[in-house]
């Protein structure tokens, strides 16, 4: 029983495509983005025979508007790290296209990345992208790209191997009668009682463990009655 001994193990989000579509789904506009193997452009994914495509057939249709999305991640808060989204793409688009990658936050609207695309004009190889995701700790996200062409049409553009980078087999041992995070209560209580024992704020409203509960848990002179996990 790892988590009762305070174990804890997270592993990277790593999607080849495959397999499976990875979870991923399209929205369509005047287009929508296809999985399978590719018969135009790189005629293969980056690391095996299938991936995300505007068009698996042949070029995408003029005028080309649509969506790919990631499923929801939920990206860890603590202890501080830094993350990365990584993916490999191929890109063949004429004068009037773009690509564009963007996240969500906590089911928001999809915004520009620091550091992200747009993408234009012609790559005809495969490549990695790796932009930060940092900024986004603690957050619900979801990832999208989308593509658009408003003049001619071409090969289109290709995803592979989608991965959140930073989590790689990350294995947190902490004694339980220890209080790694420093908010008055030991790391095994935390597990137990569900709040972060790594975050002295499970539920960052600012107001320690020890001191928030709605049902008594945490006995403390300063318990102000609240949940520490809302």
Known sequence: DSESQGIFFQGSVREDFESTDGGFTQVA??????????????????????????????????????????????????????????????????????????????????????GGPPYVGSLRRYRREKIDLTPYLGRQVQLQFSASETFVTDAGWFIDDFAITGLENTLYVLAPGEDVDGDGVVNGVEVVNETDPLRWDSDGDGLGDRVESDIGVFLSTQNTGTDPLI
Do not use: C
Not at 60 to 82: D, N, T
């Open 29 to 114: 506009g005047r287009g929508a983005w296809q999985w399978g193997t590719p018969r135009v452009g790189p005629r293969a994914g980056h690391s095996g025979a299938k991936a995300w495509a505007t068009s698996l057939n042949g070029d995408y249709r003029f005028g080309f508007e649509g969506w790919l999305r990631s499923p929801m991640y939920v990206l860890p808060a603590a202890p501080p790290r830094r993350l990365y989204l990584e993916y490999w793409h191929w890109f063949s688009m004429g004068s009037g296209a773009q690509g564009l990658a963007t996240i969500s936050e906590d089911g928001g609207d999809f915004k520009y990345m620091a």
